[in-house]
Nanobody, 121 residues
């Protein structure tokens, strides 16, 4: 069964850090472009960061979040530093078959169930 599983979320104080993990089962993650999305209550889902098959990245939270891959572990990470209350959301990872980071969500074919990140104000 093809599956993405996120982990690493939790409750963290403002200014703290978390590292989210996205692990694949049933397929090889490094052959896919992987992105992290987040959705806060009452808001639309937004892309946070993407890493393509060549290791190139995009990042909407510059200076605080970093996406990376560990191909040996079939895992993509999202390192989140200097967390703020506005980072509170459910974070999802998704996989696209494209070589480059897609411009539309419809290109992502596999989605995880999400992991909750809560940063109190």
């Amino acid at each position: 069964q093809l599956q993405l599983v996120e982990s690493g979320g939790g409750l963290v104080q403002p200014g703290g850090s978390l590292r989210l993990s996205c692990t694949a089962s049933g397929f090889t993650l490094h052959t896919y472009t992987i992105a992290w999305f987040r959705q806060a209550p009452g808001k639309e889902r937004e892309e946070v960061s993407c890493i393509n098959t060549s290791g190139g990245t995009t990042n909407s939270v510059k200076g605080r979040f970093t996406i990376s891959r560990d191909n040996a572990k079939n895992t993509v990470y999202l390192q989140m530093n200097s967390l703020k209350s506005e980072d509170t959301a459910k974070y999802y990872c998704a996989a696209a078959g494209s070589v480059w980071c897609p411009s539309i969500e419809d290109e992502y074919v596999y989605w995880g169930q999400g992991t909750q990140v809560t940063v109190p104000s």
